[in-house]
């Protein structure tokens, strides 16, 4: 199975901050990834999919780039509604891996 | 809207088989535009894929689990179900179903994608 590994699984910011969350994958799965947030006690929701392609509602300050094995979550400048989890998932083979997640807390 | 709704018992014994029912609503699970899929999540831990199915009866497991899981579906009333048998506390977690969309095509085949939407979760302890 691929592995995806992310970084860093906690992360430290104060609102306003530019955050960046990075994903590798253990081989190369071209732009097949999605990145989801999660809040405590509530479902993942979709954030982006095909490594850039942001989810239609979800706001334009988080953004996602990358191909091959290495991918990022950025969020241009946190707010207060931010500070929550999220994971990186692979689809570049029917059996699809998760990152290990970040949590982003309040500096 | 589409809505998933997961239910089941919330407590198993060890040893026995945890089953799940994922109804859905403003979908048709019969669909050609997407999988539907389980995943769980232990507490405090992450996410981890369990297997989806696909109309025509594709259905794909995780290795981990494909000797102890199995995914069926009724068409008829518009859900679908996952069996896990012979658990241990290492199988206690939050199990959500969602649709999974389709990844990439390739001469009329598609691949698993994204998860989205996610139903709310059923937390379910396996007892001893």
């Known amino acids: 199975d691929i592995q995806m590994t992310q970084s860093p699984s906690t992360l430290s910011a104060s609102v306003g901050d530019r955050v960046t969350i990075t994903c590798r994958a253990s081989?190369?799965?071209?732009?097949?990834v999605a990145w989801y947030q999660q809040k405590p006690g509530k479902a993942p929701n979709l954030l982006i999919y095909?490594?850039?392609s942001l989810k239609s509602g979800v706001p334009s300050r988080f953004s996602g780039s990358g191909s091959g094995t290495e991918f990022t979550l950025t969020i241009s400048s946190l707010q207060p509604d931010d500070f929550a989890s999220y994971y990186c998932?692979?689809?570049?083979?029917?059996?699809?891996?998760f990152g290990q997640g970040t949590k982003v807390e309040i500096k | 809207q589409l809505q998933l709704q997961e239910s089941g018992p919330g407590v198993v014994k060890a040893s026995e088989t945890l089953s799940l029912t994922c109804s859905v609503s403003?979908?048709?699970?019969?669909?050609?535009?997407?999988?539907w899929g389980w995943v769980r999540q232990p507490p405090g831990k992450g996410l981890e894929w369990i297997g989806s199915?696909?109309?025509?009866?594709?259905?794909y497991y995780n290795s981990s689990l494909k000797s102890r899981v199995a995914i069926s579906v009724d068409t008829s009333k518009n859900h679908f179900s996952l069996r896990l048998s012979s658990v241990t506390a290492a199988d206690t977690a939050v199990y959500y179903c969602?649709?999974?969309?389709?990844?990439?095509?390739?001469?009329?085949?598609?691949?698993?994608?994204?998860?989205?939407?996610w139903g709310q979760g059923s937390l379910v302890t396996v007892s001893s």
């Open positions: 969602a649709r999974h969309l389709l990844g990439y095509c390739r001469n009329g085949v598609c691949n698993t994608g994204w998860f989205d939407p």
């Open positions: 403003g979908d048709s699970i019969s669909s050609d535009t997407s999988y």
């Open positions: 199915f696909y109309y025509s009866g594709t259905t």
């Open positions: 081989q190369s799965i071209s732009d097949w």
């Open positions: 095909r490594a850039s």
């Open positions: 998932q692979q689809y570049n083979s029917n059996f699809q891996t």
